[in-house]
């Protein structure tokens, strides 16, 4: 996977250093010395992640970080700080300024590879869902909002079966969370699959089962497959995070836990996945809005000729009925002329609420031009089609 990677550091051998390391992985990289350049950087490039030193002269790591939150056309590049700061409580303030995660110098290579590509991943999704996003908003098809607050509030799946740790877990997530907890794999994936989870934290050191098989079932069950999932594992135990983080796990904390940071990086996973869910909403609602009717909700007449040629195949392939009502409304133009076009919008929404009302489900009313109107009845004979035809009129 290859990415345009942005290398900030103030001393010329930390940048070297880093990008003969991302190059020989074939990353493109860039590079910078100090925060007011790598600002500029990024919002006239746009890279696909940043590697960002925290102690530099003038603006430091975490004041580039506020930055670029704050900007929304860059907002959503990924920020990983790389330091000598290794204390809690630089984590945790790093990632309330809007870093994504740490790396500690010296910068171990496997990790750094990893999460290098973990983020890039998530990037791509982010940046293809927004593409859409702007191409809708281009179309008319969805309205760009202001900034709105975000709930960072959300219901979280705990897989943990040592009942201390779920319980000290639950306890520190529980004032902005609702918190379930399951210690058995299999009904933790079953609850899972049925329950509309923001977020699931995952135990590595479970006691009756495997947590990295845990983590790898999420990500192919198709209700899952999209939710962040944050793992806990013992300090030092590089080797299985790697291998989360390879199976598409967002990100991880070390035991003895911060319970700061294990909030920070909480909220951090449900902001990002607040985003993409609008995303996503807007992107279902434009394609709703490209084959429905803007006015009446009823399909379109560009949907209605492409799934109706389809219609026919098959009811010539199955040797069965297919019936089509067309209807319009008559004098139509005399409540536009006399009442104005407004009264015959309200016209318009009125007859296609009743017409949606008595037709069947498997029925594809759709409004054809005007004040035209057709139903494409499927597996259905002309005498039945008539019948229904006499009770719409």
Same mark, same amino acid.
């Given at each position: 996977?290859? /990415? ?38 990024? $919002? ?52 309330? /300024? ?22 890039? +991943? ?45 319980? &000290? ?43 990295? +098989?845990?983590?790898? $079932? ?57 985003? $993409? ?6 992107? &279902? ?15 379109? +007449? ?12 098959? /009811? ?39 017409? $949606? ?37």
């Amino acid at each position: 996977m290859s /990415a345009r990677v942005l290398v900030v550091d103030d001393i010329k051998a930390n940048v070297k250093l880093l990008e003969a390391k991302l190059k020989a992985e074939y990353y493109d990289v860039l590079t910078a010395s100090n925060g007011e350049e790598a600002l500029k950087i990024i $919002q006239e490039e746009h890279p696909d992640i940043v590697l960002l030193d925290v102690m530099m002269p003038g603006m430091d790591g975490f004041d580039v970080c506020k930055a670029v939150r704050k900007d929304p056309k860059i907002a959503h590049i990924p920020i990983v700080l790389v330091t000598a700061l290794d204390q809690p409580e630089d984590r945790v303030k790093g990632l309330n /300024a809007g870093a994504d995660d740490f790396l500690t110098k010296p910068v171990n290579d496997i990790a750094l590879c990893a999460r290098v590509k973990n983020l890039v +991943r998530l990037k791509l999704m982010t940046d293809e869902l927004m593409m859409r996003q702007s191409t809708s908003e281009e179309m008319g098809l969805v309205h760009k909002k202001d900034d709105e607050p975000v709930d960072l509030s959300g219901r979280i799946l705990l897989i943990e079966d040592r009942e201390l740790a779920a319980r &000290q877990i639950s306890q520190t997530l529980a004032a902005n969370n609702e918190v379930s907890v399951e210690a058995d794999d299999q009904e933790a994936l079953i609850k899972a699959r049925n329950d509309d989870f923001d977020l699931i934290i995952v135990s590595l050191d479970l006691e009756t089962s495997d947590g990295l +098989r845990i983590c790898s $079932q999420l990500r192919t069950i198709e209700m899952t497959r999209g939710t962040p999932i944050l793992v806990i594992s013992d300090d030092g135990d590089m080797k299985r995070l790697l291998t989360a983080l390879d199976l598409g796990v967002n990100d991880y904390v070390t035991r003895p836990l911060d319970h700061n940071e294990l909030m920070a990086r909480v909220k951090t996973l449900l902001k990002r996945k607040r985003y $993409q869910d609008m995303l996503r909403e807007n992107l &279902q609602l434009s394609l709703e809005l490209a084959i429905t009717d803007g006015l009446t909700s009823l399909y379109n +007449r560009r949907y209605m000729e492409n799934h109706l040629s389809a219609l026919v195949r098959r /009811a010539k392939k199955q040797d069965k009925p297919l019936s089509i009502l067309m209807m319009d409304i008559d004098h139509f133009k005399a409540v536009n002329d006399t009442h104005g076009h407004a009264v015959g919008d309200e016209v318009l929404i009125e007859f296609s609420g009743r017409l $949606q009302r008595n037709v069947r489900g498997l029925d594809m009313a759709c409004r054809y031009g005007g004040e035209e109107f057709i139903v494409v009845m499927p597996e259905t004979d002309g005498a039945f089609a008539y019948m229904v035809a006499e009770r719409l009129r």
